[in-house]
């Protein structure tokens, strides 16, 4: 079954103690974003990569850190969490080309105390 | 700077009524897509339709298509004949033409709630 596979699902932590937040998929696909909702802000993007090694900043990246090694991979790294990134985190991958839809993994619920 | 505004914070609609939920988009750029999503209450985020900036003919996908009035950079969603099973946020996005599909902007949301 195609699909984009992020863990864990839930997490509550405390400020400072570092995680990551992983995300697979098996589509093959060259392009993988990270995004956060956050209530009446939509989702915003984080970073994203388009394809190894390739990674680029989005819209509220202070805080995160990602790398891709493979290409089927795209961990989110916080490093020092605080309570300002909880939220909703979304992994979603696409093959390059206009119109493909991004395809979303199910979501991790962060709280960061 | 590409935006986009959904000002239907909420909407609550009859069963088996069609609906139609607004968007509306700001660019500067000839060259762009646009997307709309479901978020059901259980999260995930689910794909329903695209609109290509050159494409001639609205975009239908089954009981969903899209009123693409490129002159207003209005990409309204309609949802024909409502089913319960419609309850959800709905989110329209932009793709970056300076980025192709790497990079997508999304509206606020729309929660859309069907009553029986």
């Known amino acids: 079954e195609a699909q984009v596979t992020q863990n864990p699902r839930y997490l509550i932590t405390v400020t400072g103690k570092k995680l990551t937040v992983t995300c697979s998929q098996n589509?093959?696909?060259?392009?993988m974003s990270w995004y956060r909702q956050d209530p009446g802000l939509g989702l915003r993007q984080i970073y994203y990569?388009?394809?190894?090694?390739?990674?680029d900043k989005g819209d509220v990246p202070e805080g995160y850190k990602v790398s891709r090694k493979e290409k089927r991979n795209f961990p989110l790294i916080l490093e020092s969490p605080s309570p300002n990134q909880t939220s909703l985190y979304f992994c979603?991958?696409?093959?390059?080309?206009?119109?493909?839809?991004?395809?979303f993994g199910d979501g991790t619920r962060l709280s960061i105390l | 700077a590409q935006k986009i505004t959904q000002t239907q914070p909420g909407m609550f609609v009859q069963e088996k009524e069609a609906v139609t939920l607004d968007c509306t988009y700001d660019?500067?750029?000839?060259?762009?897509?646009l997307f709309w999503y479901k978020q059901p209450s259980s999260g995930e985020m689910i794909f329903l339709i695209y609109q290509g900036s050159y494409d001639q003919q609205n975009a239908t996908e089954g009981r969903y298509s899209l009123n693409f009035q490129k002159a207003r950079k209005s990409a309204n969603l309609v949802i024909s004949a409502s089913q319960l099973g419609d309850s959800a946020m709905y989110f329209c996005a932009m793709r970056d033409p300076n980025f192709g599909n790497e990079k997508l902007t999304f509206g606020t949301g729309t929660r859309l709630t069907i009553i029986p």
């Open positions: 990569s388009m394809n190894v090694e390739v990674t």
């Open positions: 979603a991958s696409a093959y390059q080309g206009t119109g493909q839809p991004q395809h």
């Open positions: 589509m093959n696909h060259e392009y």
């Open positions: 660019t500067s750029d000839p060259s762009y897509g």
